[in-house]
């Protein structure tokens, strides 16, 4: 099982176990993150799962494809590490 901590805007801090293949959208949902709506089901069309990710974990996971980067350019406060949580699946790493 991979821990996965998910920092509220309040800077709230919660660490859940994640199920590899998961993704990190399903993830926050399954434990009651309600910061993360995922309105969309994953299928980049809504952005309500935007997230930021820690700096640390930024290069173990694979970079935005092109769908997922115009999909970033609608977020509010978007930051050099902004994504979509749905697009991000739990891996080992
Ligand atoms: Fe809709 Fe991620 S859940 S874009």
Redesign the pocket.
């Known amino acids: 099982m991979v821990r996965v901590t998910f920092v509220t805007h309040e800077g709230a801090r919660k660490t859940v176990e994640a199920a590899e293949g998961d993704s990190v ?1 399903a993830t926050a949902i399954a434990n009651g993150l309600d910061e993360v ?13 935007h997230c930021y990710v820690d700096e640390a974990w930024a290069d173990k996971i694979p970079a935005p494809s092109g769908m997922e980067k115009d ?1 970033l350019e609608c977020v509010l406060e978007p930051q050099e590490n902004s994504r ?4 991000i699946n739990v891996t080992d790493e």
Not at 84 to 87: G, K, N, R, V
């Open positions: 959208m709506i995922g309105e969309c089901g994953g299928s980049m069309m809504c952005a309500t799962c999909m979509l949580s749905c697009q």
